[in-house]
Nanobody, 118 residues
Framework: VQLQASGGGLVQAGGSLRLSCTASENIFDINGMGWYRQAPGKHMRELVA????????NYADSVKGRFTLSRDSAKNMAYLQMNSLKPEDTAVYYCNAPARNYESVDHWGQGTQVTVSS
């Protein structure tokens, strides 16, 4: 499975961006998916939003009320709508699809840079 993330860019604080994640096959309906971010100087990726196979979404406290995750199963795509962006949202954002039962590793997109200026 190949994941392709896109939609990042430079935006002023208070602005919006929509990230997209395209999968080469229908995987988001199987185990769900998540959006992670890695901030400058940080070694760990933070889970900011996820959706289960059943469609239930969860958000990190830091983005609740500002970010919305959705998916389009017909297009094998998932989106992260980011509103009211803050400078602390600056990071490389990655989409992830958990490994299927017969796989040993998760699937990751290549990352898309989001920079929020103050």
């Amino acid at each position: 499975v190949q994941l392709q993330a896109s939609g990042g860019g430079l935006v002023q604080a208070g602005g919006s961006l929509r990230l997209s994640c395209t999968a080469s096959e229908n995987i988001f309906d199987i185990n769900g998916m998540g959006w992670y971010r890695q901030a400058p100087g940080k070694h760990m990726r933070e889970l900011v939003a996820s959706i289960t196979s059943g469609g239930r979404t969860n958000y990190a406290d830091s983005v609740k009320g500002r970010f919305t995750l959705s998916r389009d199963s017909a297009k094998n795509m998932a989106y992260l709508q980011m509103n009211s962006l803050k400078p602390e949202d600056t990071a490389v954002y990655y989409c992830n699809a958990p490994a299927r039962n017969y796989e040993s590793v998760d699937h990751w997109g290549q990352g898309t840079q989001v920079t929020v200026s103050s």
